[in-house]
Every structure is written in C-alpha cells, then in structure tokens.
C-alpha cells in the first residue's frame, strides 16, 4: 500500500479502536504509526493492541511503527475533606503545604517536595489545565501563601503546572520505568517522554533504552523551548505536544513555539510530529469543524513528518472517519501547487559531512534528471532521513535489511520503507532498486531513478554513494 501523501498519521489506540478488525481498518485508512498511551489502560490492554498493530501489518503489507507514549512525572493537589470543592474567587487568599494531608477551605496539600524546592515570590501555579492561576505572595521551605489571578475551583488532585521554572526531578518516575520496561519487553518501535525539561531528561532515557527503540522526546514545557536545540542532540524524533504547552504558554505563543520547534528539528534531520485538539470535535461528530480543518493542513504546509490523533481515535465515536480526514487534508495541501515552493524554501547546510553532501545532491539530481523516485539503501535509517530532510518532491523508497528500521522510519515525511537482504555489489544494488520501484508501481520501466547509499554496505552513518539508472 503506497500513500498518496508525504506527511505521515499516528494514531492512538484505545477502547474504540484497539480491536484487530478496527486497527486494520485504520491502516488501511492510511495510519503509519499507532500510539499506545501508558497514561491508560492496563498492560494486558496495550499488549492487544500491539498484537492488534502487528496482525494489521501482516495484512496490508508494509511496515507499521508502534509509538509507547510514557505519561510521566503528575504533579497533583492532594485530596480534600469529604471530597468538598474550594471555589477560589480573584484575590482571594489561600495557602498551601508540603504533605499528604486532606485540604481544606483555608489551606490545601501539595504531596511533592520539587515543587517548593522552586518556590519564589510572584511564581505562578496553574491549577487544573489552567483554569485556576495562585501567584506565591510568601513561602517557607514547605508552604507557600498564595493569591487567586484566574478564579476556578480546587477539588481532588487536580493537576499542578509550574510554567516558569525548572523542576528538580526527573522525567521518569517510577511508573514510567515500569511501562518503559513492558514496551521495549514486547518491541515497540519509539518510545515518547512526556515533559521533557532539559536535555538530561532525555540522555536517561536513551541510556535506560540502549538501542532497542528509537527515543521522542514531547515538548510541553517552557523550559524544554529553552534548551531545544541541546534536546535535540540527544532525540530520534519531537512531537509539539500542544495541550500541556498551551497551558503552560499564553494561546498566542504555541503557534510560534510551533514553528519553531518544526524549523529547529528539521534542519538536524529529526522527525517531528504535531499533536493534540487536531481534529478534537471528532471525538462525538463525524466531521471537523473548518477551523480544524485549517490546523492540519497549516502544519502540513509547515512540513511536519506527521500529525496525531489522540483521543479521536482512542475513545471518539469515529475513529475511522477521523483518519480518513486528516488523510484527505493532507493529500489535498500536498496538491496545492504553492505547497512545493514551501518544501524547497529551507534546507539545511551539509556542513562539511559527506553523508549530508550526497543526500542534498540526490535531491537535485533527481529534480535535473527529472526522475520518478529516490532509493535510499539504509541500515539503521541515517540515509533515510538524510534524504528526507531536504524534502524531495519524488517518492522515496527505503531498502532496509532490518525490520526495526522500517517501522522506525514509518513516521518519516514522504518515506515508503521495506525490508530486504543486503545487495551483494554496486550492481546488485541497481537491480534490486530499479526492481523494487517497478514491484511498488513508483516508477514505470525505463524511467529514472536516483539510488544513495552506503559503500560498504550494512555500514550504519556511511552514505557516500549517489547513482542514476532506470526502473525495470
């Protein structure tokens, strides 16, 4: 099954769509990668679904990538007496403590002690997504006196965001080591860290990982905005996880940190994919509204890998009309015809490298010889995505000899990934490519095509081949 678009779609697998027949669906509906989220379900639950994912790829015959979401570290309230619920008005004065002790109308509990290790004079606290904004007035070493800006109500454990400060703690908390161990036990493909504040953050995960998965980290806070491009050097792939950004961000900045976590990932070479409220009013209606409409197919002109859908797919009551939406916006911007100025507008400089030279010549070559498709023969996926980032026009088709690095490479824009044994020469290599374009229908017999690849080959980071030849 080849697309019919570049831009690539995950999609979250929950109780609405985790059923083999549903998850086949799906991927025939044009799913590239499926999300398990570790914030639900059981592990029994997430081993289905995987299995689900697993039998879908049997079917359709081409590779499926499987994202583990890990929910990472909650910063909560702590509950309150008889469940009552504290209604805050603008000014109104309330305090807050270290413990675990049930809240009250005067003062409630804050169980973790990162929170007060950052505690300042004028930091805010959002309360519940943000509904409710306490700005510290005074504090001690574990309490803290603090003044309603944006009145709402406090209530069990809801949810605390501290926007403007670097937590002391670690973005794996023991339920994610424990998740982390379950996913990479039954062979996801990536793994996403939720909350990422610095690049130490996913330097651990790497190192817990060692190998067996490709690593994302999610961007959802500040501080991570001001230490990107350090992220960036220890990241397989970032996802603009607007909800918990939007909390913490005035509305007018995400776009902005949109953008520019887009341009600072790609220019590396580093899949992107935006997430959360893409097509939200799906979740109950079997159509989007325009304004979603307009989200999808904005990120699309900015050239995201990929796009997500979190619980339209999940829990929504249309699942599959959700994919097949943002399946037909994306292949309708990918039509415009400003939509290719747009690709070509930025690419980044080779910088002396070798690989990344013959990557950005490929792209030209096959825009000069006018061919069809560009064949990349990859081990791990480096040539891959080297030629991905220059953003060709033409199809690509990634021959890899490992099933890991086709599915990896199932979240990578314009990317058509398969397995393969290992050309035996140069030549075995032109046969197999000029073979395989014509067994894809990407190219008919006799048209051209532009192989890169790795002299010797199975040599992970070697590309320093460049080849012109013909389909079959």
């Known amino acids: 099954m080849i697309r019919n678009r570049r831009t690539r779609i995950v999609a979250t697998l929950g109780p609405a769509s985790r059923a083999p027949e549903t998850t086949l669906a799906l991927a025939k509906a044009g799913v590239d990668v499926f999300r398990l989220n570790f914030s639900h379900g059981t592990y029994s639950d997430h081993k289905a679904a995987f299995e689900s994912v697993r039998a879908a790829e049997a079917a359709v015959e081409r590779p499926l990538g499987i994202l583990a979401d890990l929910q990472g570290p909650k910063l909560r309230l702590g509950a309150f007496k008889d469940g009552m619920k504290i209604k ?261 400089n080779p910088r002396g490298i070798v690989a990344d030279a013959v990557s950005a010549a490929a792209r030209v070559a096959a825009d000069a010889s006018g061919a069809k498709c560009l064949v990349a023969f990859t081990a791990r996926g480096a040539t891959a995505l080297r030629i991905a980032r220059e953003r060709p026009l033409q199809p690509i088709l990634a021959l890899t000899p490992y099933e890991k690095a086709a599915r990896k490479l199932a979240l990578v824009w314009g990317m058509e990934s398969r397995v393969i044994t290992d050309p035996k020469d140069v030549e075995d290599m032109a046969m197999i490519a000029a073979h395989a374009v014509s067994f894809f229908e990407i190219a008919k017999s006799g048209e051209r095509i532009v192989i890169i690849a790795g002299l010797p080959f199975g040599t992970p980071g070697g590309t320093n081949l460049l080849r012109i030849t013909n389909a079959e």
Request: proline share 4%.
């Open 88 to 348: 805050l008005n603008a000014g109104d004065k309330y305090r807050l403590e270290l413990g675990t002790f049930e809240g009250d109308e005067t003062r409630g509990s804050l169980p973790q002690k990162e929170i007060f290790d950052v505690m300042k004079v004028g930091l805010d606290l959002l309360i519940d997504d943000g509904k409710v904004r306490l700005r510290v007035t005074e504090h001690g070493s574990d309490w803290a006196n603090v003044e309603c800006i944006r009145a709402g109500t406090l209530s069990d454990r809801k949810g605390v965001n501290v926007p403007n400060a670097v937590l002391p703690l670690s973005a794996l908390s023991v339920k994610d080591r424990a998740d982390l161990d379950f996913a990479l036990e039954i062979g996801v493909d990536w793994v996403a860290l939720s909350f990422v504040q610095r690049a130490e953050d996913m330097a651990e995960l790497r190192k817990l990982v060692d190998g067996r998965a490709a690593c994302l980290a999610k961007i959802e806070k500040p501080a991570a905005l001001e230490s990107l491009e350090e992220i960036l050097d220890h990241c397989d792939g970032v996802m603009v996880a607007r909800g918990d950004l939007g909390v913490e961000l005035a509305p007018e900045e995400v776009p902005i940190a949109q953008k520019t976590i887009l341009r600072a990932a790609r220019r590396r070479g580093v899949p992107t994919i935006v997430a959360t409220q893409m097509l939200e009013s799906m979740i109950t209606s079997s159509t989007p509204t325009r304004a979603e409409a307009s989200d999808v197919a904005n990120a699309v002109y900015e050239g995201t890998d990929a796009l997500m859908l979190s619980a339209e797919t999940a829990s929504g009551e249309f699942p599959l009309e959700a994919v097949e939406v943002m399946s037909r916006i994306a292949a309708r911007v990918e039509r415009d015809p400003r939509w290719p100025e747009l690709m070509d507008a930025e690419h980044a």
